[in-house]
């Protein structure tokens, strides 16, 4: 990926984490972000969504602590607003790793590596598909479950990596949780499993029992 720029702005937020190849909309209003967007929508139009650590509340307006496992996205589409603020839709690019932060303008920047999970990592053959899809029809509930499921499978024919990032996303867990499965790379279709099972499991010793409560966002 040498196309791609060894400096950018990094974006943290409290609990969003992006993934590669999702389209996402984002609204820009405080004015050291404005000037981010200003700058890259004349350069590369690159930013690096990054995740704020715990306790960040305590120094959000000057540098908290944050995750240096990160996804960069492209701007895709740009609406600025007659106050300044702007409406954009990020399209996810790769994972990165943030090596140093740099403090030359109001906004973070970082040097990064590019750490991109290539798509062979991330396959689903008809076993791993099926897994998945019990696994979801456990956690979501029957109905919620076959409705995702064919739509994202039977009709949009989703599999592989942009399935897995697309419920890496969209499935209603704890940003912690996302983070985790950001930072497993190759082995992340294994750790959603994980973590999925792990969860409904949990539910089955909650006082409520099984519920099928999980939603998609």
């Known amino acids: 990926m040498a196309e791609l720029p ?29 000037q981010m967007i200003a700058d890259i929508d004349e350069s590369s139009g ?12 305590e120094d959000y307006y000057a540098r908290p602590d944050i995750f240096d496992i990160g996804c960069a996205g492209r701007i895709d589409e740009l609406e600025r607003l007659p106050d300044g603020r702007y409406n954009l839709v990020l399209e996810g690019l790769s994972e990165f790793r943030v090596i140093r932060e740099l403090r030359d303008r109001t906004y973070r920047r970082g040097e990064i590596e590019w750490r991109p999970v290539g ?43 942009a399935l897995i990032n697309l419920l890496c996303f969209h499935l209603d867990i704890a940003p912690i949780e996302k983070q985790t499965l950001l930072e497993a790379g190759p082995e992340r279709v294994a750790r959603l499993i994980d973590i999925l099972t792990f969860k409904i499991e949990e539910r089955k010793l909650g006082p409520h029992g099984p519920d099928g409560s999980g939603t998609m966002q």
């Open 46 to 57: 690159i930013v690096g969504m990054v995740l704020l650590k715990a306790n960040w509340e």
């Open 119 to 161: 798509g062979s990592a991330l396959a689903t053959d008809p076993e791993t598909m099926e897994t998945i899809r019990e696994i979801l029809f456990g956690y979501l509930g029957t109905n919620s479950a076959e409705q995702a499921w064919n739509t994202l499978v039977e009709e949009r024919g989703l599999g592989g990596a």
């Open 6 to 34: 060894s400096i950018i702005p990094l974006f943290p937020l409290p609990n969003f984490v992006m993934f590669p190849g999702l389209r996402v909309p984002l609204h820009i209003f405080e004015p050291r972000y404005r």
